[in-house]
């Protein structure tokens, strides 16, 4: 009630970084890291329409430099 007096809206703020989470990382990490079930971090990642194969990609890459630019 305080937090909303003074123009605070904590469930719109959760809602955006989930949803930017969701966008940026597979759902494996996003429900390993916050702790909520797979089914939950799919759902998300599909309505933020979150393409986890370019982060598989970044990581690949981080992990085996000779593959840069494939």
């Known amino acids: ?5 003074i123009g605070i809206r904590p ?3 959760r809602s955006t970084a989930l949803f930017t989470l969701a966008a940026e990382l597979p759902a494996a990490i996003l429900a390993r890291m916050l702790g909520i079930h797979i089914q939950v971090a799919v759902q998300w990642q599909k309505a933020s329409a979150g393409d986890w194969a370019a982060y598989a990609a970044d990581v690949s890459r981080r992990n085996n430099p000779s593959r840069s630019g494939a």
């Open 1 to 5: 009630m305080r937090l909303h007096r």
């Open 11 to 13: 469930k719109q703020d």
